[in-house]
């Protein structure tokens, strides 16, 4: 491809609104071009990286067995509707009518239609167990996109429906992704980890998403190198501190003024947040009030709370009013005299005696406040966040926090689309049983600005060779006044274009400044430089991108690297 006719344009300041490495990079390398809030084109460059990202992740779907096929982006609600799905997601799931007043959606996934197709076309035992993969548009309505192709709205995706008879197959279904999903990450040159995960709106007994660790992530990671314990935060457990036992004492009011806050209370009372409980106000997608009462040290866990209350629709802090309109006062508050409210306690807070709450009342609270005696509780379980350096739940030694941003996700769904759908088949015992599925995905454009992110320098983009949108970047300098340094440059190109190697050939008509700063910009493995230099040292300057490692090599040395391929790195 000549430069001089590619569909681009470099950039040469960073974007005002780019803030990952990622997004500033692909802007500025013409790589992609926003159109809207979390939606991008990709121009011709990001195209072939993300075909080249796809190839991959083809090779190791069919290598465990995978059968490729394409589902709509567009279904009809009933679909959704009979999973249930249709009513448990919020605005993330676009819903509209066609011209014919039907309800429709816009797809986020694709385990309804697969459930479908199983109903349609699965019937006996001999027919499973079978994987089905495609790559398809879907659209989420993200309340906040953010880092270039991290978080958009409309993006591809690879995803992959594992089909079997029985828990036993799920779970060889199930490990043939995971290993594949680490060959792909691999071969993607990205150090991801697994880490277990919530099943959120997929359901189902098991999930995890493969992570790569970076500091503008917004997933949080607890990970324990001690013992390899690795979780998302959303679902971490850990051994929390044995509090000492200690007689019920008399509830005392005390005057708080403008201690709204934690942090304002312990300093104002002179003791730990440890002895304090802290509550927190939601109204769940239903419409139930929910206070959750975590020890004043720890933070509530919303994810975990979501699914201790099986808060359909998720939830969303309540107001002032909502809090005062059930007896407890915002800043103040504890379940102390509430009412019309389920009130979930963590499990530290009951072994915790004598704790400091809010008396429901402004500028008061009362010391002395025990689960069980003062208040009740509907539910007593783990609701809040794993800190730093709190003991591993497996071994016991200090856990740390990591951010990470997610390449992946796995998830054993077992029967709920398939039930739902009436995908059954008629077993061995010639019994009727349903199908048992798991879901798989991988974004396309997340793992491509991942790469970025692990693979840049100051000076631009620097792709492993299994991504590169083109394999070398041909650079010919004075080709306007020098015909050895254009004929040269030409035949090269040529060479490669018959051997079936396409490169990037910049026969542009600009200075060397800029040539040099777009190759190293747009971060091809390889750059080859003709000029009247290069040439009376004796051939082409090969420059290794990801070292800056020059040297002058004969132009037959040259040659065959375009018709035979580049040293291994």
Not at 271 to 291: E, I, L, M
Request: glycine share 10%.
């Amino acid at each position: 491809m000549r430069l001089s006719e590619l569909f681009f344009a470099t950039l040469r300041d960073d974007p005002a609104e780019a803030e990952m490495p990622s997004h500033r990079l692909l802007l500025r390398a013409g790589y992609l071009r926003q159109l809207g809030s979390g939606i991008y084109s990709l121009l011709p460059l990001g195209y072939r990286a993300t075909q080249r990202v796809e190839g991959i992740i083809r090779v190791e779907m069919d290598r465990i067995g995978g059968q490729e096929l394409e589902m709509p982006v567009v279904h009809p609600a009933e679909v959704w509707k009979d999973s249930g799905r249709y009513f448990k997601i919020g605005p993330e799931l676009v819903r509209f009518k066609d011209r014919g007043e039907r309800d429709m959606v816009l797809a986020m996934t694709h385990e309804e239609v697969v459930a479908l197709l199983l109903r349609d076309l699965v019937q006996s035992y001999r027919q499973l167990p079978v994987i089905v993969y495609h790559f398809q548009t879907k659209f989420r309505d993200e309340p906040r996109s953010r880092g270039g192709l991290i978080r958009v709205r409309e993006f591809v995706m690879k995803d992959s429906y594992s089909c079997d008879l029985d828990d036993a197959g799920l779970d060889e279904s199930y490990r043939k992704h995971y290993e594949a999903y680490e060959r792909i990450f691999e071969r993607l040159g990205l150090s991801a980890i697994a880490v277990g995960a919530d099943v959120g709106i997929m359901g189902g007994s098991g999930a995890h998403e493969f992570m790569v660790l970076n500091e503008y992530g917004e997933d949080t990671l607890v990970l324990c190198d001690s013992c390899g314990y690795a979780e998302n935060q959303q679902v971490a457990e850990v051994r929390k501190p044995s509090p000492e036992p200690e007689d019920g004492l008399p509830m005392e009011d005390v005057e708080t003024p403008g201690a709204t806050t934690i942090e304002a209370l312990a300093t104002f009372l002179g003791v730990p947040r440890s002895r304090t409980a802290k509550a927190a106000f939601f109204v769940t997608g239903d419409d139930r009030f929910v206070v959750a009462i975590v020890r004043g040290d720890y933070d509530v866990n919303e994810t975990k709370l979501v699914n201790t209350v099986k808060a359909r629709g998720g939830l969303r802090p309540a107001t002032v009013e909502e809090i005062q309109a059930r007896g407890m006062e915002a800043g103040y508050g504890s379940p102390l005299g509430a009412r019309d409210a389920v009130v979930v306690v963590d499990e530290l807070v009951e072994r915790s005696p004598n704790l400091v709450a809010g008396a429901n009342r402004v500028g008061w609270h009362v010391r002395n406040v025990n689960v069980g005696r003062d208040y009740r509780a509907d539910v007593i379980t783990d609701i809040t966040n794993a800190r730093e350096g709190d003991a591993c739940v497996r071994c016991g030694s200090p856990v740390t926090l990591r951010k990470g941003i997610e390449v992946g996700n796995i998830f054993k769904l077992g029967t709920d689309f398939t039930v739902a759908a009436g995908a059954y088949y008629l077993g061995e015992d010639g019994e009727r049983h349903p199908i048992v599925m798991g879901s798989y995905g991988i974004g396309l454009g997340r793992n491509l600005a991942c790469i970025v992110e692990a693979h840049h320098d100051e000076k631009g983009i620097v792709w492993p060779e299994a991504v590169a949108p083109y394999a070398a970047h041909l650079v010919s300098l004075g080709a306007a006044r020098d015909a050895a340094v254009r004929d040269t440059a030409e035949r090269l190109h040529a060479l490669a274009e018959e051997a079936g190697r396409e490169i990037l050939y910049d026969d542009r008509d600009e200075s060397p400044g800029v040539k040099f700063t777009d190759a190293e910009l747009l971060g091809m493995p390889w750059i080859l430089t003709v000029s009247p230099r290069s040439l009376a040292a004796g051939g082409v300057e090969l420059t290794r991108r990801a070292t800056g490692e020059r040297s002058t090599v004969p132009i037959e040395t040259a040659e065959s690297y375009l018709r035979d391929g580049f040293p291994a790195a």
